[in-house]
């Protein structure tokens, strides 16, 4: 499913798109939350926005928008930089999560090594997913394919107080492990 609107959030936490064809529609009146989002010069705007390919997926998937609409091969164990074409504005006290799709990390070893990885809602620059090829072959991200999912999320700023000491706790200082495995 792709849409040409924005993204909307619908309470009690089921995301919409605005329809535009195709599209899981929530009512205006319900949506929380509207994402602006604008091409890149040279994007290929054929490919869509980001989707919520279900009504029921909690993270829209990302495409490549490859300049030369070409390929990237990345080795195993290599990384690079896929743009998306996008820019957007995320209002304050919201951030996006970009994730990656299972099916990537499990098929083909395909992940984000910062995942989730964040932006910020003061963030204006270009949107690209640091992809990662933690597997044993070489893959092809081709321009149009699916390589990530984005994820809209309040966001709490919290405030810091110095202290002397801290309270105690069952766990201490118990880290890396320390709870067991079983």
């Known amino acids: 499913m792709r849409s040409q609107g924005g993204w909307q959030r619908a309470l009690p936490m089921r995301w919409a798109v605005r329809e535009a064809g195709i599209g899981y529609l929530k009512s205006e009146e319900t949506a929380a939350v509207t994402l602006t989002v604008m091409w890149d010069d040279g994007a290929d705007r054929s490919l869509g926005l980001p989707a919520y390919e279900s009504a029921g997926a909690a993270g829209a998937d990302l495409r490549a928008n490859l300049p030369d609409r070409g390929q990237v091969v990345l080795q195993p164990g290599a990384r690079g930089l896929v743009p998306t074409g996008l820019r957007m504005a995320i209002p304050q006290g919201f951030e ?31 949107l690209g997913v640091i992809v990662l090829n933690a597997g044993q072959e070489a893959f092809v991200i081709e321009h149009g394919d699916r390589i990530a999912q984005m994820v809209v999320a309040p966001v709490l700023q919290a405030g810091f107080a110095l202290a002397e000491s801290l309270d105690d706790t069952a766990r201490g200082d118990g880290g890396f492990g320390s709870t067991g495995r079983r």
């Open 96 to 126: 996006v999560q970009i994730r990656p799709r299972s099916g990537l990390a499990l098929k083909h070893g395909i992940t984000l090594p910062n995942a989730p990885g964040t932006i910020d809602s003061d963030y204006r620059g270009p």
